[in-house]
């Protein structure tokens, strides 16, 4: 089948939503393309700070500025994806001193609003603090609900008349005359191929970007951190607590609905898809949590998640992917490569993603001689009408940790293009919770074989995935309770419905 349409935008991240988003309010007809589902890729593996750009604020001033304008941005147009939670910047001891110093000058130059509380009020605050920390400051950071973000991104999209397909994969490229004119894309389950014909094509793969450049032939100089982080069963502070010193591993506790995230690491890898977390890289996490939350490593860890980081190195090969540049970058392949119509927009933040998608649609825009402007800091994305208590009180529950009911499957499932357990976990939070899955999946599942929304095989593939995927991330850190959570999963879906997954 062949359609036509102005813009392709390749990749369901947040970066990607946030294109399709901007090209909407700017009356560009764009779809977007996503191999798995929105939020497979580093969006949906992340500490979910927004941040306010005190992390950056000695080593890339200038990427902090970035940071604070857009988490002010975002406060207005998308607070639906969006917990106030505040940060704290604590310093310890041992940490160097001569960096607090320069921490707060920058903070001063750029005008990000810190103050410094008592060591002691910060541990009234927040009691998992080290008795080591001796100085503590507040500042604007917040919690972003990755997948609330891309799915109002998608949905505001959507409402304007943009289009998205799911478990679709761009192969291919397609160029004449030194443009692209259009793309092939294959339904990864059923291997049908579409091809979009159209004016511009947006790569927004994330760390899959130079394999979507080199179906152009233009070689991309990237290299890839793999960063891992730990999933602590509840909330163990209310705050984003960073560790102030200058930027490295193992310096973020960040509260996320029921969860909390410690991280990260940044270890250097080859392969984009390599998202195993390795057994030596949750022991060193937990001796990093040590010095500055001495308890936290007695605390049940529920799962690992492990993103990729695309670091852009042009001239730079070999850099040490923490000292790589973590701004963004915008390429228009036209005049670097020879191929008009190709973008693409990479690197930068969760935090950075509306700007991000604002400076490459600019340069869309003028390429396609659309001169309408980038409305996507004023005009509000609805929320997602998912998840909320009294939704959960007023229909069926599926799961109680996330607070899942049966409607939000409902809604969820007739806003995905496909019923497949990754959107469907992503878009309302099934099976993410303490229970990680044990008494939800097999609920969901069911619910929606009800519903005529999954086949019977469907559904025992839903069942199989889910499990699957929920596996990836237990099984670095099954000791004490977590083991206990482990077997009786393994009973209930191997013992009363015969799974045979792992
Ligand atoms: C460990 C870690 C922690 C981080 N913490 C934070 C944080 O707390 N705050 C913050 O602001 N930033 C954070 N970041 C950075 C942030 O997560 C990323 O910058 C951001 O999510 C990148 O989004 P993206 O949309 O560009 O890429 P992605 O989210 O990776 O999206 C790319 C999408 O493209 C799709 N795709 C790839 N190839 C194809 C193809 N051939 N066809 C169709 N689709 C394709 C993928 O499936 C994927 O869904 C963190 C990064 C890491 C690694």
């Not at 764009?30 to 929105?38: C, D, G, R, T």
Request: aromatic fraction near 6%; glycine fraction near 10%.
């Amino acid at each position: 089948m062949i359609e036509e349409v102005d813009v392709v935008v390749i990749g369901g991240g947040a970066t990607g939503a946030g294109t399709l988003w901007d090209l909407a309010l700017r009356g560009i007809d764009a779809v977007l393309i996503e191999q798995h589902e929105p939020g497979y890729g580093t969006s949906g593996r992340n500490h979910g700070c927004l941040h306010s750009g005190g992390r950056y604020l000695v080593k890339d001033p200038e990427l902090a500025l970035e940071c604070y304008r857009e988490n002010q941005i975002l406060r207005q147009v998308a607070g639906a994806a969006i917990e106030d939670t505040g940060g704290l910047f604590a310093h310890i001891k041992s940490d160097e001193q001569d960096y607090v110093r320069r921490w707060v000058d920058n903070a001063h130059r750029i005008g990000l609003p810190v103050e410094e509380v008592s060591a002691t009020e910060a541990r009234n605050m927040e009691p998992i603090l080290s008795s080591e920390v001796d100085r503590v400051f507040t500042v604007p950071d917040a919690a972003v609900d990755p997948f609330d973000l891309i799915y109002m991104n998608l949905q505001g999209a959507v409402q304007k008349g943009a289009r998205f397909m799911t478990e679709t994969r761009v192969k291919e490229l397609l160029i004449r005359d030194g443009r692209v004119q259009g793309v092939l894309a294959e339904d990864i389950r059923t291997k049908e191929v579409h091809e979009f014909r159209c004016r511009a094509v947006i790569n927004a793969a994330g760390p899959w970007v130079g394999i979507i450049a080199s179906l152009a032939g233009i070689s991309l100089e990237l290299t890839y951190g793999k960063g891992s982080l730990l999933v602590h069963a509840t909330r163990l502070a209310q705050r984003q607590i960073n560790r102030l010193r200058s930027p490295s591993d193992g310096d973020v506790l960040m509260p996320g609905k029921t969860v909390c995230l410690f991280g990260t690491t940044d270890i250097h890898i080859d392969n984009p898809d390599d998202t195993v977390t390795w057994a030596d890289e949750v022991k060193s996490l937990i001796e990093m949590e040590r010095p500055i939350f001495p308890d936290l490593p007695e605390m049940r860890v529920l799962r690992t998640v492990t993103g990729v980081r695309p670091l852009y190195t042009p001239g730079a090969a070999g850099t040490a992917e923490r000292d790589a540049n973590r701004g963004h970058a915008v390429i228009n392949h036209g005049a670097r490569d020879g191929v008009g119509g190709f973008f693409t927009i990479m690197g930068g933040k969760l935090t950075t993603y509306r700007l991000m998608a604002e400076q490459v649609v600019d340069e869309v825009a003028r390429e396609l001689g659309v001169t309408v402007a980038c409305k996507t800091a004023e005009t509000p994305l609805a929320g997602l009408s998912i998840g909320n208590a009294r939704n959960f009180l007023e229909t069926k529950a599926i799961c109680e940790c996330e607070q899942v009911t049966e409607d939000d499957l409902l809604t969820a499932a007739i806003f995905l293009d496909k019923v497949r357990s990754g959107g469907i976990r992503r878009m309302t939070r099934l099976g993410l919770g303490p229970c990680q899955g044990t008494l939800c999946i097999w609920r969901g599942a069911l619910y929606l074989y009800r519903k005529g929304l999954l086949t019977d095989q469907e559904c025992l593939t839903f069942i199989e995935e889910s499990l699957d995927e929920r596996w990836k991330g237990n099984r670095g850190v099954l000791w004490g309770d977590q083991i206990r959570q482990a077997e009786l999963e393994r009973g209930i879906y191997r013992g009363i419905y015969g799974s045979e997954g792992d």
